[in-house]
């Protein structure tokens, strides 16, 4: 099954691009027209600077807002129930994830296996449990210093500088792209 799946991978790409080569339905312009990022291509130096301008407001407004960030969201409160339920579907949705499987796991499951699904199945069931037990852990870290860290006034200074700075070094570096 591997071997079929690898010989047919480079035809499958071939035909992608003779697609999109021949139609700018596909993936080509109309997409990105209708999203707004064929205005690069038509606004030339007047959206770049435009943009330019935007980061450098953004940073500005980002180190004169001296309200402390909150982790209470009153009108957000989701049950837990409820918030696990929102992050299995948003994963189970996210087609990065079945690729993911798709494209690394293969590589684990012998060639001659008699029940290549089923190894497929139990390799994903094992991620899937290490991921939930990595993540559970992360989750429980960032609750226990989320309060600490969003109410310490110099920790969210040194945040809101940083952010500052990351909104004026993409600016700047957008500014000197030559096109």
């Known amino acids: 099954m591997r071997q079929h799946t690898i010989q047919l991978l480079p035809l499958t790409v071939a035909g992608i691009e003779a ?3 021949n139609s700018d339905i596909s993936f080509g312009r ?6 707004g990022i064929g205005l690069m291509d038509s606004g030339g130096q007047k959206s770049l600077y435009t943009g ?44 990065k994830l079945s690729l ?4 690394f796991l293969p590589q684990f499951i012998a060639a001659r296996d008699v ?3 089923q190894s ?12 939930f037990a990595v993540f559970s852990l992360y989750g429980i870290f960032a609750s226990a210093v989320s309060h600490s860290v ?8 040194g945040i809101r500088w940083g952010v500052a700075l990351a909104f004026t070094a993409v600016g700047i570096r957008l500014a000197m792209t030559v096109q």
């Not at 109309?30 to 999203?35: K, S």
């Not at 696990?84 to 994963?91: C, E, F, H, L």
């Not at 497929?120 to 991921?131: E, Q, V």
């Open 120 to 131: 497929m199945l139990i390799l994903s069931a094992i991620f899937a449990a290490m991921t």
């Open 52 to 95: 330019v301008a935007y980061l450098l407001f953004m940073a500005w407004q980002t180190l004169r807002d001296k309200t402390l960030l909150s982790a209470d969201c009153p009108g957000l409160a989701l049950s837990h129930r409820a918030l696990i339920q929102q992050a299995v579907v948003a994963n189970l949705l996210n087609p």
């Open 150 to 157: 969003l109410g310490n006034h110099r920790v969210m200074t």
């Open 100 to 103: 993911f499987f798709l494209a």
């Open 19 to 21: 697609v999109n080569a």
């Open 115 to 117: 029940h290549p699904t």
């Open 30 to 35: 109309h997409t990105h027209d209708q999203f």
